[in-house]
């Protein structure tokens, strides 16, 4: 059967290694491994971004730099699209229609809103709350099967889910129901700093993000400073949810090897020889990526021809669904 992958990444802030190694690397893995039928669909989401204060001149930056980093990272234009969602109109057009969809209780169970709405206090706004919202006509505009993303995204695409059930429900068949599709491995790295949490763009201490363009100097810098578990040396009882455990799955992902022949590999090192050894391979897993970005970067028309053709690709798909949804809702003119 022909497969549908959507995912996407706000252009809010650093892409850091969570984001490459629970995200991106395994779009280019799809893409690279799946048969020609499939369409790949990857968006820069940028109206996502607003759902927290942004600088407009920074934002506009971050989103040609998150589209080249799509690409320097391995996505193939010629087998994927790569669009900016601001682009499209019809994403916030739907959106709004799956807000008068979505039972208002199902929204106040999204945890991630929870979190950050607890971190911003006062400076909540309704674009915070609503976000899933629109997640949910990013994904259900293409017909996606397939929803490609680390673990904390899988309750927003649960909702997408259930949204295009209930509108099926009330309006008839319309949506295809997605489904997430999440890595056993590196779908959670977690801050350098404090490995309860994850590695996320909006972390208030540098030293727990490795961020993609960062050099090799604070790359190893990082990872040197990166907090372990108590012992000396790593252990094969490492704590699975301690710092070390993070530096493995770090360590596996950039290298392409499992996280037991990681444990394999590295089990009796001291903490300082185990860190150089992970630093050694994140900056070996992001030189080419860096490389590539800055080739990308000082091609602009190159950059844009794909950003133009994502555009006009998902406008094509997403008009007819659209057109379909208005007819069901009865909304607009006949004809
Ligand atoms: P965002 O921008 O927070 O993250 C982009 C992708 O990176 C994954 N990710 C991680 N994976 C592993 N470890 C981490 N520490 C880590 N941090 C982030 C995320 O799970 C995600 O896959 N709402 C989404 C963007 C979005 C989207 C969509 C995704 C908007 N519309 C439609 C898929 C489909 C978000 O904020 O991701």
Known sequence: MKRIIFSGVQPSGNLHLGNLLGAINPWVNLVNTSSNENDFIFCIVDLHAHTVPQDPKLLREKILETSAIYLAAGIDPKKAHVFIQSENHDHSYLAWLFDCVTPYGWMTRMTQFKDKSAKQAEGTTVGLFNYPILMAADILLYDTTHVPVGEDQKQHVELARDIAEKFNHTY??????????????????????????????????????VNLLDTPDEIVKKIKRAVTDSGTQVETGYDPEGGISNLLDIYAASTGKTKTEAVGELTWLQYGAFKEKV??????KLKPIQDRYREIRNDEGYLMSILDDGRDFSIGKSGKKIEQVKEKMGIGRVG
């Open 279 to 284: 630093a050694e391979a994140v900056v070996a």
């Open 172 to 209: 008839g068949d319309t949506f295809v129901l997605p489904e997430p599709q999440i890595g056993k491995e590196n779908a959670r790295i977690k801050s350098l700093q404090n490995p309860a949490k994850k590695m996320s763009k909006s972390e208030n201490d540098p030293l727990g993000t």
